[in-house]
């Protein structure tokens, strides 16, 4: 017969080992659990992440039927009514005939909820329906147009997808400044309004002045030719000519990411002579950064020419003065729809694209 505490050893070793044994057990389940949520997300995480992709794939089709609706649209006409207009112009010998076929497709258009006016109704002379007949004729290759559902304009279009809802704003090639066109004390002093320090805004505007000219000389002395760009590893000289997409501003000395998506807020990229900005899009910090006039200056300037709109007379001989000229030298009140900028905004994201409306392409979105 065993002592009692012998046995009480044996016991509790195995109880030792017993709970050692729970403990190792539930670690493992913890790490399995741990690397199973590592593997695949949680359920909240995937549905998350399901529903901004088909969101974003939503506003992609939303951007494609925008830029169809930016289009004329052409409407087919229903070939029952080109056959009751052929009906029309035959003008068959005899009239019970004419009245039997007439009465025929009134009928059949009429199951469809399609109504006819009477021939009667039509223009008529002593001679007959001749020229109610010529113009119907006429018609009959003709296709009703409908103007575009979109066009350039300040307010946004309001479009609704389901539950979610998005505001469509489209605007025109001059409702920012172009990059490709802006100079240098323009450019200087719009991108001291766009918060960058004035001593970084004026040696970051001379190297984007100098990445698209096609001389040598560094604009200001301050510039950045091919002598700096070719001392890089790797080298790479620059354009000489005008910026073609965003993605090149990287290669630009002084340039960041993040100024780069600055850059494609506040700019566009257009052709080398359109330098003016529209005056109905551009804020005044925008306008006097782009005249160099002082801001009292340009605000009394959009009055006068506000009121010379409305009233056909000028105030006070301001549109008469030098002022006047150097802002119609740098601003506009006409729209340049060769491009297009097209914004689909959601409460969780931005959709941009810029639309070449003259090629009928996508230049840029993101």
Same mark, same amino acid.
């Given at each position: 017969?065993?002592?009692?505490?012998?046995?009480?050893?044996? &016991? +509790? /070793?195995?109880?030792?080992?017993?709970?050692?044994?729970?403990?190792?057990?539930?670690?493992?389940?913890?790490?399995?659990? =741990?690397? +199973?949520?590592?593997?695949?997300?949680?359920?909240?995480?995937?549905?998350?992440?399901?529903?901004?992709?088909?969101?974003?794939?939503?506003?992609?089709?939303?951007?494609?039927?925008?830029?169809?609706?930016?289009?004329?649209?052409?409407?087919?006409? %229903?070939?029952?009514?080109?056959?009751?207009?052929? @009906?029309?112009?035959?003008?068959?010998?005899? !009239?019970?005939?004419?009245?039997?076929?007439?009465?025929?497709?009134?009928?059949?258009?009429?199951?469809?909820?399609?109504?006819?006016?009477?021939?009667?109704?039509?223009?008529?002379?002593?001679? *007959?329906?001749?020229?109610?007949?010529?113009?119907?004729?006429?018609?009959?290759?003709?296709? !009703?147009?409908? #103007?575009?559902?979109?066009?350039?304009? =300040?307010?946004?279009?309001?479009?609704?997808?389901?539950?979610?809802?998005?505001?469509?704003?489209?605007?025109?090639? &001059?409702?920012?400044?172009?990059?490709?066109?802006?100079?240098?004390?323009?450019?200087?002093?719009?991108?001291?309004?766009?918060?960058?320090?004035?001593?970084?805004?004026?040696?970051?505007?001379?190297?984007?002045? %100098?990445?698209?000219?096609?001389?040598?000389?560094?604009?200001? *002395?301050?510039?950045?030719?091919?002598?700096?760009?070719? &001392?890089?590893?790797?080298?790479?000289? !620059?354009?000489?000519?005008? @910026?073609?997409?965003?993605?090149?501003? &990287?290669?630009?000395?002084?340039?960041?990411? /993040?100024?780069?998506?600055?850059?494609?807020?506040?700019?566009?990229? #257009?052709?080398?002579?359109? @330098?003016?900005?529209?005056?109905?899009?551009?804020? !005044?910090?925008?306008?006097?950064?782009?005249? +160099?006039?002082?801001?009292?200056?340009? =605000?009394?300037?959009?009055?006068?020419?506000?009121?010379?709109?409305?009233? *056909?007379?000028?105030?006070?001989?301001?549109?008469?003065?030098?002022?006047?000229?150097?802002?119609?030298?740098?601003?506009?009140? *006409?729209?340049?729809?060769?491009?297009?900028?097209?914004? @689909?905004?959601?409460?969780?994201?931005?959709?941009?694209?810029?639309?070449?409306?003259?090629?009928?392409?996508?230049?840029?979105?993101?």
């Amino acid at each position: 017969m065993q002592s009692p505490a012998r046995l009480f050893s044996r &016991n +509790g /070793q195995g109880g030792f080992i017993l709970l050692y044994v729970a403990g190792m057990i539930a670690a493992i389940a913890i790490i399995l659990l =741990k690397l +199973g949520q590592m593997q695949s997300p949680s359920p909240l995480s995937m549905e998350k992440k399901l529903s901004h992709e088909v969101q974003h794939r939503e506003e992609l089709l939303l951007l494609d039927f925008v830029i169809a609706g930016m289009q004329a649209q052409k409407l087919p006409t %229903d070939p029952r009514y080109l056959e009751y207009q052929r @009906i029309l112009a035959a003008s068959p010998r005899a !009239p019970s005939e004419l009245d039997d076929q007439v009465a025929w497709l009134k009928s059949m258009l009429a199951q469809f909820h399609f109504k006819i006016d009477d021939r009667n109704s039509a223009a008529t002379t002593e001679k *007959g329906s001749t020229s109610g007949q010529a113009t119907v004729a006429a018609d009959e290759s003709r296709e !009703p147009v409908q #103007g575009a559902l979109f066009q350039v304009r =300040k307010e946004p279009y309001k479009f609704k997808l389901g539950q979610t809802e998005y505001s469509i704003q489209l605007l025109p090639a &001059n409702a920012l400044p172009n990059l490709n066109a802006i100079p240098f004390d323009a450019l200087s002093r719009y991108l001291a309004v766009l918060d960058i320090p004035d001593n970084e805004a004026k040696e970051l505007a001379a190297a984007l002045i %100098d990445w698209r000219d096609p001389d040598n000389f560094k604009t200001e *002395g301050i510039g950045a030719e091919s002598e700096y760009y070719s &001392n890089l590893q790797p080298s790479y000289a !620059p354009r000489n000519a005008p @910026i073609r997409t965003w993605q090149e501003l &990287n290669y630009i000395r002084g340039m960041t990411p /993040q100024r780069v998506h600055l850059f494609r807020s506040s700019f566009m990229l #257009g052709s080398p002579e359109a @330098i003016a900005v529209s005056a109905d899009y551009a804020s !005044p910090a925008t306008l006097t950064a782009m005249t +160099g006039l002082k801001p009292e200056i340009v =605000k009394d300037l959009l009055k006068a020419y506000i009121t010379l709109n409305e009233r *056909g007379a000028d105030v006070g001989g301001v549109l008469f003065s030098q002022d006047a000229t150097i802002f119609e030298r740098a601003v506009t009140w *006409g729209s340049d729809t060769s491009l297009a900028r097209i914004q @689909i905004a959601s409460p969780e994201n931005v959709l941009t694209a810029d639309y070449d409306i003259q090629h009928k392409r996508i230049v840029a979105w993101w």
